[in-house]
């Protein structure tokens, strides 16, 4: 039973990286209703980013709070504007040519980032600072939460609600909910799209830096291509709580994280990565709205 | 005598909204009949449960007798009912040529295996050709016959709409809105298009329209939908002087309602 | 000279090429060039076979390598486990290369077949789904075939699969002859297959679905069949380049692989199969003869697809073919009477 409860404890810092990650697709898909490909490799560029500017900063060497912060708002700061760089050179000019250009034009973006950080940075699996100096935080019998998960934890909650007040409480919230529903209204509405779209694609690669450097912190060995799986696996997250819908995307990011590692826990763990996938087409055929989704009819 | 379509106690809800309450319909071989009604009255609601776009939530359609309802609507094409669509559906990339050999291939169940079958095919190919043309010369659209549909004027897009539609070899033909958009010139020709195509082809054919008077000059008998029921039936004159069909139409104080469109 | 005389003259004509070809290249070119040349020839299939579901059939798959990989394996799994004895025995009746090209069709048939099964597999619920949805399926199911096959440890599992044989058996094949024929006459079924009168079907799905229903055509049996046709050839790609290269690893199938073949479809012109084919070839050679770029390549690669979709996002050809005029022809009409 204590095995179970700390797998899902595990599951749970996970799933809350797949949660922050996710939320980025899913805001983007909201406005745009595009699946932003290149998302995953913004989360990568965040920790890359993490870890020059903690050795910029002088933080690698002497671990402290302030240093993560630092570095954990730097790195936010920095993916917000390469994510608002890339819809406004890639994703813009694209928006009334057909919907499968936009897609393609995504991928290629994902790999030129894969690849290019390849170069950039080099291939070889780099070593995350070590921020944080990693101890048991909290233990109850053979259960225990390490002082780096409850930071996890803590920086996602923090991060999500964050958010939300943003997305509920804010005229830009407002503004983005109202471009989600029906964009040309929301426009004859006098709505900003453009700078609301931007802003979108701001928050959401904030948050997957946010992810990047919380994964850095969690498992220090990074390298430009971490964010293929991840961001794949953020992605079913998101259709699975129903893509469009942010509390679909914690709570989908959530859920996936746990069980996924109940499955590489208890049946094994070489199927940990199809167990995303399993989990996709089971959600495409059975619901595709997914959890929180709305059914969308076409009018013959 | 057995009529060829036939609606009964048909009701189609959306969740909480009724679209259609309790329609009876029945339309014999050759007949020319309309449907109209104010926006919103289920008019179209009522196609797509024909052409089998929309089940029925209750009651049931029936084609010659058998029942049609819950039968996928490319196989209700098969059976012998084509339609137009009121936003036109044409296949837009596609030459005139093509759009209407796609809809022959279609109905005559073509199948991709075809093309192993060596010189029957290719027998098959050269008629499929020639015929289409033929049905685009019919409507006046040979010339166009190598131009993209999409680059058709507007006019002649509903045109194609209904060559495509008659390459199924239909035996009632459903128009919804044909004359949207066209001139009294072009909405004339179209009348006149409309009476020559259902003697040529042994057709009945309904219509959904708007304009009233193009309605009454065209039809043998008009049925009248408001709000998902129909209020009136019978032969254009009877229907015009109704009181629940000026109501529905212009409102009660006689001004034209926020119903009408 | 009748059809028939004609249409035998062409073949024995090709037939006499292929053979040609296969003795005469590998003498005159680098064996580093008929490797380029084999895996043009993968590369063209692979993206000719998925143009028909992209462009054609406006199905946005991107799982195509996991139809590869399963080709590729069954293909490879027939040879060593019962091809090998097979062959054997060929050659003690014929000569080694007749014997072999008697052989080598039928593990490309069994790939061919296997991948498009899974096709029909994956195809049949995935089709249901809309645009966005299909493709983050086709992925999502490419991902899982190739994950599958990597746990399988009769096919080498992570090691991969190598295509070893006992002495006197050499089941490697990098036969620029059978692979320019197998490429060449499949291309030529599909070219048929889109351009016919039934094939119309298909653009007709890609256009307006539901026009389509209304005007006679299964819309979901059109995309499942080009999904299972499209899936056989890719099989088939798959098989040749297991054979080709003697050795598998599903490294070479991952959505990475997916997505260069996509890109080929886009880039060549969705709705154009020569400009896949084309597209296809240039992409894959100009990489291996300037391999000196190394990482430099993925990245100029990606900026072509970005660049390509901004400045001319219908690709080379647009949804036309490139076609030799003299070649092609059409059945002669009687002009119907002018309008």
Sequence with gaps: MEQFLQQVLNGIAWGSIYALIALGYTMVYGVLKLINFAHGEIYMVGAMAGYYTAHALGFATEPSLTGLFSVLLLSMAACALLGAAIERVAYRPLRSAPRLASLITAIGISLLLQNGGQLLFGADPKFFPALVTSRVALRAGTVAVSNIQLIVLGTAVVLMVGLELVVMRTRFGRAMRAVSVDAPAAALMGVPVDRVISGTFMLGSALAAAAGILVGLSNPKIDPLMGLMPGLKAFVAAVLGGIGSIPGAMVGGLLLGVVETLVSAYLSSTYRDAIAFVILIAILLYRPTGLFGAAQVEKV | MKALLELAGVTVRFGG??????????????????VIGPNGAGKTTGFNVITGFCPPTEGVVRLDGERIDGVPPHEICCRGIARTFQNIRLFRSLTALENVS???????????????????????????????????????????????????????QRRLEIARALATGPRLLLLDEPAAGMNPSEKEALR????????????????????????????????????????????????????HVIEAYLGTDGEPSAAHA | MTRGARTAAVLVGALLLLVLADLALPRLINSYYVTILARIGVAVLAAVSLQLVNGFTGQFSIGHAGFMAVGAYTGAALSVYGGAPLLAALQEWLPAPVARAVYFPAPLLAGGLAASLAGLLVGIPALRLRGDYLAIATLGFGEIIRIAILNIDAV???????????????????????????????????ARLCYSAGGLAFRAVREDETAAEAMGIATTRVKVEAFAVASFFAGVAGALFA??????????????????????????????LTGAALAAAVLTAAPELLRGLGEWRMVLYSLLIIVTMLVRPQGLLGSRELTLGFLRRRPALRTPEAE
């Excluded at chain 2, 093309?115 to 050269?126: M, N, P």
């Excluded at chain 2, 193009?214 to 039936?233: P, T």
């Excluded at chain 3, 991969?160 to 044989?165: H, I, M, T, V, Y």
């Design chain 2, 17 to 34: 909204v009724i679209a259609i309450s309790r329609l009876d319909l029945r339309v014999d071989g050759g007949q020319l009949v309309a």
């Design chain 2, 102 to 156: 796609a809809a022959l291939a279609g109905a005559r169940r073509s199948g991709r295996a075809d093309v192993l079958r060596g010189a029957q095919w290719q027998r098959r190919e050269i008629g499929n050709e020639a015929r289409a043309r033929e049905l685009l010369g019919r409507l006046g659209l040979a010339r166009f016959a190598d131009a993209r549909a999409d680059s058709l004027p507007y006019g002649e």
């Design chain 2, 192 to 243: 006149q298009l409309i009476v020559s195509l259902r003697s040529e082809f042994e057709l009945s054919i309904v219509l959904i329209d708007h304009d009233i008077p193009f309605v009454m000059n065209l039809c043998e008998r008009v049925s009248v939908l408001d709000h998902g029921e129909k209020i009136a039936e019978g032969p254009p004159e009877m229907v015009r002087r109704d009181p």
């Design chain 3, 156 to 190: 080498g599992g992570a090691r991969g699969f190598s295509l070893s044989a006992p002495a006197g058996v050499d089941l490697r094949y990098e036969s620029l002859g059978l692979i320019g024929g197998v490429v060449a006459i499949s291309v030529a079924v599909i």
């Design chain 3, 243 to 272: 054979h080709a290269e003697g050795y598998v690893h599903t490294n070479s199938f991952s959505f990475v692989r997916s997505f260069e073949i996509m890109a080929f479809a886009v880039l060549g012109g969705l709705g154009s």
